[in-house]
């Protein structure tokens, strides 16, 4: 079933990432930056004047509206989410998007720094896009296709079917989310006022990519107790946390449970910061894996470390808190397995060839998921995001566009 669009999803992509999103770890604050708002504001605006009446944002930055249904059958209410903000990781400031069109398969050179120079054999998935218009930074920020791709696919599809009422859909719900790239972007969803009953990130990478699994993670904080005296009278007294500490970080595998030396389904313990002095040091580690038995166990393993350390030291101790930080997705989706087979179904009705995949991080929808909002993720079209080198192709977004839509059409269809 061949469906016609007319795409405006490129003019509102190279709109929004004009707009500085960008979020901050260090902030207490939701929104944790209050720019983050600014995009807020004109995504509501614009929905309103296609005629999406109740879109409106909340006070902690989070964008809610709703296409009601037009069909006499009872459709689950199905929402499209993706987050404003931007990796604090690299500038996204004055964004200045360059269109590279009709792209010949050669290295891209980037406009305003000529070293910054996205090659093909660092980003093979170039070569499938000869031909088809790619958009750039200009050598000195990121773009944000990370996630405002999807954000103006949402708001595309959005406009479609709000411009063709033939088209026979349940309720629709759209969810702009900040801080999704600091680790919050769920902590306030209101689920309860979105109402929808199956979700879909669309944050992931490569056109006909769907993502059915994440990391199961875990943040641990082991806290050291040493015994700090004045060093000129410390022999057979003191007991350094720091050296403690540090002969715990040494202890870890090299070559095998680390970030460095695991790929695929491998999990890993990784050391991600380290504070204190003489008396206490503290160090945060995060946990991954994507079955939650490997998870404990490494977490049981980090402990034996400790234990073994703490051994050679009679008066320190230390303390180890795990805190759950989020959980694989697969769990849950597999109890609605329509859900993934759904889209699966619309990449194939918009032309393209599903793949289903696992991604080695997380995503809102992993929090969705475990909040009661199954949610796996679909591509969106963004390549080496959080860097000066991020890329997307105005065809793969329009590919999404159509699978947003298609997706509508068939949760009615089957319903
Ligand atoms: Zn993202």
Known sequence: MGMKIDYTVAERFLKYVKIDTQSDPDSDTCPSTEK??????????????????????????????????????????????????????????????????????????????????????????????????????????LLGADNKAGVAEIMDAANHLVKHPEIKHGTVKILFTPDEEIGRGADKADLKKLGADYAYTIDGEELGHIENETFSADGVTISIHGVSTHPGFAKNKMESAIKIAGEIISALPRYTMSPESTEKKEGFIHPVSISGGVEETKIQFIIRAFEEEELKMQETFLKNIAVMVIKKYPHSTFDFVVKEQYRNMKKILDKNPQIVNYAMDAMRRAGVEPVLSSIRGGTDGSRFSYMGLPCPNIFAGEHAFHSKHEWVSIQDMQKAVATIVNLCVIWEERS
Request: net charge negative; charged share 25%; aromatic share 4%.
């Open 36 to 141: 983050q708002k600014d995009l807020g504001h004109l995504l509501v605006r614009e929905l309103v004047e296609m005629g999406v009446s109740d879109a409106h944002m909340d006070d902690h930055g989070y964008v809610y509206a709703t296409i009601p249904g037009n069909s006499d059958k009872k459709v689950p209410t199905i929402c499209f989410c993706s987050h404003m903000d931007t990796s604090p990781d690299c500038s996204g400031k004055n964004v200045n998007p360059q269109v590279v069109k009709n792209y010949n398969g050669k290295d891209i050179v980037l406009l305003n720094d000529k070293t910054q120079i996205i090659k093909t054999t660092e980003h093979p998935s170039l070569l499938k896009q000869i031909g088809n218009d790619i958009i750039t930074t200009d050598g000195t920020t």
